[in-house]
């Protein structure tokens, strides 16, 4: 059993717009930065300048790793859509629930495999 293919559109359209989104917020991060800064290179500024670079940099550097992490598994959802298999669970093969892949479009189980992958 598959999906309607007008419900297969609209589910990718909103996986092209929240891909874009996401790729729009990574360049933003990286721009926010303090490591992406060159001219911090010549500044000899205290040490707590250098403490508060520092943790800018992992600040962004964690959520550009969570930004990264949705990245892939919506373009992952996209090319499930193309060839065919969006909405089968990867784990048992049966069809994953519409309701939560309207919650979660980029889900690759079923609630049950989700569960007993969590334990």
Request: proline letters at 3%.
């Amino acid at each position: 059993m598959q999906f309607p293919k007008d419900l297969l559109r609209q589910i990718n359209k909103h996986l092209e717009t929240r891909r874009e989104d996401l790729e729009s917020h990574m360049a933003k991060l990286k721009k926010e930065d303090p490591f992406e800064d060159k001219s911090r290179l010549l500044d000899r500024a205290a040490e707590d300048s250098d403490a508060q670079n520092k943790a800018g940099h992992e600040r962004t550097e964690a959520l550009r790793k969570q930004l990264d992490l949705m990245l892939v598994q919506t373009r992952k959802a996209m090319t499930k859509i193309k060839v065919g298999k969006y909405g089968i669970c990867e784990s048992c093969g049966k069809m994953i629930d519409t309701d939560r892949l309207a919650a979660m479009p980029t889900a690759t189980l079923c609630l049950t495999c989700e569960k007993k992958r969590e334990k």
